[in-house]
């Protein structure tokens, strides 16, 4: 039925109608985001957000409480909604110098068995300077697009990708299932036009084109992304119900022919020779593109190598970002604070006169650590040939992609007169007590643990953060005011807000900026996090070294938190079975270990902890999917040469199995893989009794 002019309905007429659109609207918003079953198409779904917005116009009184144009975009008001990625999205290892290239193609062959002179060919493109997205298409129509988020878990930004025009929302010909992967950015031209227009009205103007487009895409009104204009260049792909090509130039070609901008600047390499010659190529091109870039990205042409490859925790195996030096500007150092993170690590921070450095203005720099001020190295090497860096100084400062700038060198020529070197801080500016550098530690470190207010107050930080324990309400800000009060002084204390100070809300719903409603739903969405996976509890306890997807790790080798406290510790003494265990993990190495056992068995940090557990109820982790696996669970050891593959190949494939390598044979190893030219360890083998395979063997008995 055609609808009735806006202008000759009657006020009756005109409140059943908004009644009906706020249903209509909201079931679409539903089919869409929640079940991503799109139920209407976006132009019927624009009509009647249109429609609406006319009637509400004209009779403004009629305006409802759940009227949609109050509802942001077409994404869920508090955020957008979280999109699982079956192909998590990785990021890439960097490479700074020509060196960094040939030791790349070095490993790449190491790692596939490949002699020197064996054909070996990269795909060499540049690095976009932009924000990665993954759009999934089934059967050739756009369902989904999803930001990287930390690789694992992005955001549903479908709606503001449908209004990107490189972006194509059908494709002819494509696999059922594609993944397309790629750089959303903006040009230069664009995001100059748009900072103008930003000026004009009064509104907030953007660093660079790389925040431009982050924010642009982020918007929960689509209606704004479609007003920025945002641009796609496809590289890469994700979940694929067929192979695209058998090459990643091909692959590239294919997704070309399928409708995606592909940056035309992408080239076939035989070699590195040739590789660092494109790099120059493109480097000498860089400042007349009209889109930032800051490198050049190589990848192993044959997907065939790169499937065999995989990856380390999050980058490639098979891929490398080169990228471009960094940019640089000179200014004065007007004095240097001290900062005290959650670890306790003291950081001198530069206060810089104001200076553009690659069109951002930077007012700060970090000093890394009293070393690096005195114009030393970590081994006790001249830096700088030795100058050190005192206030007052002309120093040069220099920053590359979204890094922290640094000061990086200092002009003797014009030191003031009378400048003494930086006297750096022997007791924790923070809490007074000593601060120490202990053997082999760069960095100097306030000893005061949870006494001292900066180091809590990071901790809690980082113990309430989006990757950790993510608890709604409870932002950087709260927990400071909360600690400040002295109603949290360690992450368990969070768990007893509600008891301690919530009788009747009375407490925290007088506090400033706490109303009834704001308290009920922070103790809320605290008792939401009293279940929890145990790779977030991990992460939370913001152990020097161990990061998000080392927690992940760690979670999914011990699977239970009982497991892993168990296993931290009896590594106690840093030998011996748990300890080997723990470093057999792929991804954790001896100074991560290192961390992560000191810090558990440390007597105040483990009672912190225990108080902690005791709030929670920690969600086993999944373990890789092993059910057929007939080595799950099963020590085994490599040894002598193999053939068939390279030894990190056998320990990824053996460990995707459920197995755990280890590098020396005792009698609680189950299997030894000895190839020829295996000596003592094959022979301490036989002589317990074990299982000894060849390589042929082992291959029969994993199936492959
Ligand atoms: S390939 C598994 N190619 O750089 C392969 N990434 O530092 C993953 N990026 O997260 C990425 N240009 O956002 C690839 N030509 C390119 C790229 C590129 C920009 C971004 C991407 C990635 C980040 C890693």
Redesign the pocket.
């Known amino acids: 039925m055609a609808d009735k002019a806006v202008d000759t309905l009657s006020e009756e007429d005109a409140r059943d109608e908004l009644a009906g659109l706020a249903d209509k609207l909201a079931a679409a918003n539903r089919a869409y985001h929640t079940n991503d079953a799109p139920e209407l198409t976006d132009a019927e779904y624009d009509r009647l957000k249109q429609r609406n917005a006319q009637i509400e116009a004209r009779f403004p009184h009629l305006k409802r409480s759940d009227s949609p144009t109050e509802q942001v975009g077409a994404a869920p008001s508090d955020g957008f909604s979280k999109v699982r990625h079956v192909v998590r999205m990785?990021?890439?290892s960097n490479a700074f110098d020509d060196a960094d290239i040939a030791d790349f193609d070095s490993s790449v062959r190491r790692y596939l068995g490949l002699g020197t002179d064996d054909p070996l060919r990269y795909s060499a493109?540049?690095?976009?300077d932009g924000?990665?997205l993954s759009l999934r298409y089934e059967n050739g129509r756009l369902v989904q697009a999803a930001t990287?988020g930390d690789g694992a878990e992005g955001e549903n930004v479908t709606a503001n990708a449908r209004t990107i025009d490189d972006i194509p929302a059908r494709l002819q010909g494509a696999p059922e299932i594609l993944e397309v992967r790629g750089?959303v950015y903006m040009s230069h031209e664009d995001f100059a036009a748009l900072n103008a227009r930003q000026a004009a009205r009064g509104g907030k103007s953007f660093a660079n084109p790389r925040n431009a487009a982050a924010g642009s895409l982020r918007q929960l009104d689509a209606s704004i992304t479609r007003d920025r204009p945002l641009r796609f260049f496809a590289?890469?792909w994700g979940e694929l119900s067929e192979p695209l090509a058998e090459t990643q130039i091909e692959a590239i070609a294919r997704l070309k022919a399928l409708g995606f901008q592909v940056n035309p600047l992408t080239a076939l390499c035989d070699g590195p020779q040739e590789m660092l010659e494109h790099y120059r190529k493109i480097e000498a091109q860089r400042a007349t593109l009209d889109y930032d870039i800051d490198g050049v990205?190589y990848k192993v042409n044959d997907l065939g190598f790169q499937s065999r490859m995989g990856f380390r925790s999050t980058t490639?195996r098979w891929?490398i970002?080169h990228k471009f030096p960094a940019e640089l500007a000179w200014t004065r150092l007007e004095g240097i604070d001290i900062q005290v993170g959650r670890t306790g690590a003291l950081s001198p921070v530069a206060r810089l006169l104001p200076v553009t450095v690659g069109g951002v203005v930077v007012s700060n720099a970090t000093l890394h650590n009293e070393d690096y001020i005195a114009g030393r190295d970590n081994e006790g090497n001249a830096i700088r040939e030795g100058k050190d860096i005192r206030v007052g100084d002309w120093v040069q400062v220099y920053r590359a992609g979204d890094v922290i700038p640094k000061v990086a060198d200092v002009d003797l020529s014009k030191r003031p007169e009378g400048t003494t070197p930086f006297g750096f801080p022997q007791t924790c500016p923070e809490c007074g007590s000593d601060a120490i550098r202990e053997a082999g530690d760069a960095v100097r470190r306030c000893s005061g643990g949870m006494i001292c207010p900066a180091q809590a107050i990071e901790k809690m930080k980082h113990f309430v953060s989006r990757a950790a324990f993510d608890i709604e309400g409870l932002g950087a800000k709260q927990v400071e005011q909360f600690h400040t009060d002295g109603w949290i002084k360690e992450p368990a204390d969070i768990f007893e807000l509600k008891s301690r100070y919530g009788s009747g809300l009375q407490q925290l719903k007088n506090r400033e900026g706490w109303g009834e409603k704001s308290a009920t739903k922070l103790f809320d969405a605290i008792d939401e996090r009293r279940r929890i996976p145990l790779g977030r509890v991990i992460f939370a306890l913001g152990i020097r070294h161990v990061g998000e997807s080392a927690s992940n790790l760690l979670a999914r080798h011990y699977g239970s938190w009982n497991n892993f406290e168990r296993a931290a510790v009896e590594a106690a003494p840093m030998e011996g079975a748990a300890w080997d265990d723990l470093l057999s993990i792929d991804g954790v190495g001896a100074v991560m270990a290192h961390s992560l056992v000191s810090s558990m068995n440390q007597e105040a940090e483990r009672a912190s902890i225990d108080r902690l557990v005791a709030h929670l109820d920690i969600q086993d982790a999944e373990r890789p999917n092993t059910d057929d696996s007939p080595v799950v669970g099963k020590i085994v050891v490599f040894t002598g040469t193999l053939e068939k593959m390279t030894r990190a190949e056998a320990k990824a494939r053996a460990e995707a199995l459920g197995a755990k390598v280890s590098g020396s044979v005792s009698a609680r190893t189950d299997i030894v893989v000895a190839g020829p030219g295996a000596g003592s360890k094959e022979k301490k083998a036989r002589d317990l009794g074990l299982m000894v395979l060849d390589e042929d063997g082992w291959l029969e008995l994993i199936g492959a």
Request: hydrophobic share 40%.
């Open positions: 990785m990021s890439l493109e540049p690095k976009i924000l990665s990287r750089e590289y890469s990205v490639p891929a970002a």
